[in-house]
């Protein structure tokens, strides 16, 4: 119900709290690494490069939380266009064990897994968080080699 309300108010960090454990942790995972690549781009690129690579890192590496990161997904991919359409009302909820399915009145089925705290976490988001997790820690790792090797040109000159 709660994610219900975050939705029809537009307030996807609303909901934050219960989406699944794991896509919380890779927002704050994004933000971690947007955060290292941005301070590598500020420190080491040159003028000419700062800008159009700072753009790619810092939205994200300036998010206060990971409720904002989420936010910022949810926004850019059209995930709440899609939860407004179909969490129009609940048909009903299945349960077994720490996994949960809830069934919308237009059939929609939305996964959930009971987390540690007790609470159910939507795991709708969980795949393509975590896969951005993997992306921008992919991009730090090339900012990084990047960096040190303008670095390197720099001390050579």
């Known amino acids: 119900m709660r994610v219900v309300i975050a939705v029809n108010e537009g307030n996807p960090a609303g909901f934050f709290a219960y989406i699944e454990t ?7 995972t994004i933000r971690d690494y947007r955060k290292k690549s941005v301070e590598r781009i500020t420190a080491s690129y040159p ?3 700062k800008s159009k690579s700072l753009a790619l890192h810092k939205p994200f590496a300036d998010a206060p939380d990971g409720a904002d ?3 910022m997904y949810v926004k850019q991919k059209g ?3 899609r939860l407004r359409r179909d969490l129009s009302g609940i048909e ?11 069934q919308t ?4 089925r939305y996964p959930f897994r009971k987390r540690e705290n007790g609470i159910w976490g939507l795991t709708l988001f ?11 820690a992919r991009d730090a790792a090339i900012v990084e080699q990047a960096a040190d090797d303008y670095e390197r040109a720099k001390a050579a000159q």
């Open 105 to 108: 009145v237009r059939g929609t």
């Open 126 to 136: 969980t795949a393509a968080l975590s896969a951005e997790a993997e992306r921008a």
């Open 47 to 49: 003028e000419s490069e």
């Open 79 to 81: 995930w709440l266009d």
């Open 92 to 102: 009903r909820v299945e349960i077994q064990g720490d996994r949960a399915t809830v």
């Open 22 to 28: 794991e896509a919380q942790h890779a927002c704050y």
């Open 69 to 71: 990161i989420l936010a």
